[in-house]
């Protein structure tokens, strides 16, 4: 049976929430890098304080299973950070992913999707490209983790 999959805003109202997913021991360490804080003492709330971000909680049968984060790189294009609890990644994490990027199509000026991928996080590509996004280059050396370099994988996704 298909799960029941929505997306729906969260404000700083879920900080609460959006620190608990962000934080996940399974999402933390790839989403942050070495000048980062420790997790624990991370917060999304200048984030979630932002006028022109944009997070979306993927909600699976009444239960939140992520969010994902949007900032604008200009008036069209949008940048997405995407952190899918375990209990919800492959055949749900992708419809999730396109459901939010619908969201964002429909609800704002958003033209283009982007996202950078750092080599060494495979599964975060594998999402991507089954979600609908399409590598366009390689952002080299751009991302700093345990004190090594990776290439970033950069993807986007048009609307329509």
């Known amino acids: 049976m298909t799960p029941v999959i929505s997306v729906e805003r969260c404000g700083i109202a879920e900080l609460e929430y959006v620190d608990f997913v962000m934080r996940h021991p399974s999402i ?3 989403i942050s890098d070495d000048l980062s804080p420790e997790a624990g003492e991370f917060t999304a709330a200048p984030l979630l304080m932002g006028p022109r971000i944009i997070f979306l909680r993927p909600v ?7 969010v994902f984060l949007f900032h604008p790189w200009n008036s069209v294009t949008y940048e997405v950070h995407s952190c899918v609890l375990p209990g919800f990644r492959g055949k749900t994490a992708v419809e999730a992913s396109r459901l939010a990027a619908a969201w964002m199509f429909e609800n704002t000026g958003c033209r283009k999707i982007i996202t950078q991928i750092p080599a060494r996080n495979r599964a975060a590509y594998a999402l991507a490209h089954r979600a609908g996004f399409r590598a366009e280059g390689v952002n080299k050396r751009s991302f700093l983790k345990d004190g090594t370099l990776y290439d ?6 048009l609307k329509g």
């Open 152 to 157: 970033q994988a950069f993807m986007g996704l």
């Open 28 to 30: 933390y360490p790839h």
């Open 60 to 66: 699976v049968e009444g239960f939140g299973a992520g």
